[in-house]
């Protein structure tokens, strides 16, 4: 019986440049090195094949084994420092939260997501919630610092962020989740 194969990709967000094989999921039993020569590729042959050939042994997991990956369950955007100026309530940098995922880690740490959305020479900017400006001390200028500074994490470890809603500065203890699906 053959074994399928899933070649998995990082996204930006998570610190990865688009499109970067990542890992290989395999369905069912051992994989070894024949079976990698025989794995259908759907994608650029050439530089899938050269990135897969350089993935080490721990890059391969099973496919029945879920990953784990640190998971705060918020939609963010950066705080742009010019629109931070003149936007009353925005740290001058970090990260706004538009969304948070309903039972989410940030839901059941109190986060609140911007309610209201304000346009200052023709930049809009979302206000009236959190704003995410450091995690364990560390200070979060962009969405992708905010994602450099989880990574090292793992679901159900303990992060403290630092977090401005208007005016006022409070840290906030949260246990991070796993990535759903």
């Known amino acids: 019986m053959g074994r399928t194969f899933a070649i998995v990709f990082a996204a930006a967000l ?3 440049i688009a499109g970067a094989a990542i890992g290989i999921a395999v369905d069912g039993g051992r994989s070894s090195s024949s079976d990698l ?3 259908p590729v759907a994608a650029e042959p050439t530089s899938v094949v050269h990135t897969v050939a350089a993935l080490s042994p721990e ?3 099973r496919a029945d084994t879920p990953a784990a ?3 705060l369950g918020v939609e963010i955007e950066t705080i742009q420092p010019n629109v931070a100026r003149v936007v009353r309530g925005l740290p001058a940098r970090g990260v706004v939260v538009l969304r948070v995922t309903k039972a989410g880690p940030a839901a059941k740490a109190g986060i609140m997501a911007s309610h209201r959305q304000v346009t200052v020479a023709g930049v809009t900017a979302f206000t009236g919630g959190d704003s995410l400006v450091a995690v364990n001390g560390k ?3 962009s969405s992708g610092q905010l994602s450099d500074r989880l990574a090292p994490f793992s679901p159900g470890d303990h992060v403290r962020l630092r977090v401005v809603r208007g ?3 409070r ?3 949260v246990t ?3 990535v759903p699906g």
Request: hydrophobic share 50%.
């Open 167 to 169: 005016a006022t500065i």
């Open 176 to 178: 991070l989740g796993n």
């Open 59 to 61: 890059a391969i997991y």
């Open 37 to 39: 020569a025989a794995a």
């Open 14 to 16: 998570v610190g990865g």
């Open 69 to 71: 990956h640190p998971w």
């Open 139 to 141: 200070p979060v200028g």
């Open 171 to 173: 840290t906030v203890d």
